[in-house]
């Protein structure tokens, strides 16, 4: 199985920062990497996939780039409704699997 | 828009069989552009990806589960649904059902059906 570790796994920012979390892989994923939102008491939502591409509806205030192992999730000017935990997958080979999550909380 | 709802029961006893079901709507599962697939999280726990199943019925499970756990289709109802067998304790979580679209991985979410497994 392709192990994804992310980075860190909490992080404290204020309102109007901008935060980047990594996550890699444990071998080449090429750019089969997606990066999901969770809020408390509710289900993920789908940020990103290939690694850079934004779901529909998804603000530009979300970025994703990388290839091969290492990846990276930017937020732009946080919002109240920014701070959840965010995990990254890979969907290069089976198992897909997940990294154990960030949170991202109010400073 | 596509959306996506688990139903089935939310306890379990030990060693029975857990069985849910997730209904499609605003896109056929019978399409060829996604599969249908199952994710759970036990409380405070991370994602742990359980397996997906395409129109043509080839099934991917995750090795940790591949012993227990079948997915299926049903093409009439459209619907696809999860059996695990012989459950424990560590089988407690929420299970949510997800499309999964072909190089593009998990787009759309159902809302999570929270399954206990306790006598």
């Known amino acids: 199985d392709i192990q994804m570790t992310q980075s860190p796994s909490s992080l404290s920012a204020s309102v109007g920062d901008r935060v980047t979390i990594t996550c890699r892989a444990s071998?080449?994923?090429?750019?089969?990497l997606a990066w999901f939102q969770q809020k408390p008491g509710k289900a993920p939502k789908s940020l990103i996939y290939?690694?850079?591409s934004l779901q529909s509806g998804v603000p530009s205030k979300f970025s994703g780039s990388g290839s091969g192992t290492d990846f990276t999730l930017t937020i732009n000017n946080l919002q109240p409704e920014d701070f959840a935990s965010y995990y990254c997958q890979q969907y290069n080979s089976y198992p897909y699997t997940f990294g154990q999550g960030t949170k991202l909380e109010i400073k | 828009q596509l959306q996506l709802q688990e139903s089935g029961p939310g306890l379990v006893n030990p060693s029975e069989t857990l069985s849910l079901t997730c209904t499609v709507s605003?896109?056929?599962?019978?399409?060829?552009?996604?599969?249908w697939g199952w994710v759970r999280q036990p409380p405070g726990e991370g994602l742990e990806w359980i397996g997906i199943i395409y129109y043509t019925g080839d099934t991917y499970y995750n090795p940790s589960l591949e012993s227990r756990v079948t997915i299926s289709l049903d093409m009439s109802k459209n619907q696809f649904s999860l059996r695990l067998t012989s459950v424990t304790a560590a089988d407690t979580a929420m299970y949510y059902c997800?499309?999964?679209?072909?190089?593009?991985?998990?787009?759309?979410w159902g809302q999570g059906i929270l399954v206990t497994v306790s006598s």
């Open positions: 290939a690694a850079s």
């Open positions: 605003g896109a056929s599962i019978s399409s060829t552009t996604h599969y």
């Open positions: 071998q080449g994923i090429s750019n089969y």
């Open positions: 997800a499309s999964v679209r072909l190089g593009e991985g998990f787009d759309y």
